[in-house]
């Protein structure tokens, strides 16, 4: 079993900066990609961006440019710095970890606030 944990939400003004920060604890064997999705009120879950064990990192439109998703493979964390904050980037963000042993398997952390005002 993988267990993943966020932290670093909060409450910040337009045009803030937050850190986020996931780690993966467990019976861990082989950590396929790292990312961070998001959820808002009445909204679907969606991709903001994801790193795999080589960094390479993709990036939803809407971040590119604002936020950078970072990783340590040493500590099994994964970063997002998230910068230029705007009121539509509130929601809670989610940390997903895709884990190899036999096939492979996503394991998803509790979710952390992120509100922006305005």
């Known amino acids: 079993q993988v267990h993943v944990v966020e932290s670093g939400g909060g409450l910040v003004q337009q045009g803030g900066s937050l850190r986020l920060s996931c780690a993966a604890s467990g019976r861990i064997f082989s950590i396929v990609t790292m990312g961070w999705y998001r959820q808002a009120p009445g909204k679907q879950r969606e991709l903001v961006a994801t790193i795999t064990s080589g960094k390479l990192t993709d990036y939803a439109d809407s971040v590119k440019g604002r936020f950078t998703i970072s990783r340590d493979n040493a500590k099994n964390t994964v970063y997002l710095q998230m910068n230029s904050l705007k009121p539509e980037d509130t929601a809670v963000y989610y940390c997903?970890?895709?884990?190899?042993?036999?096939?492979?398997?996503?394991?998803w952390g509790q979710g952390t606030q992120v509100t922006v005002s305005s």
């Open positions: 997903k970890v895709r884990h190899r042993l036999v096939g492979t398997n996503d394991y």
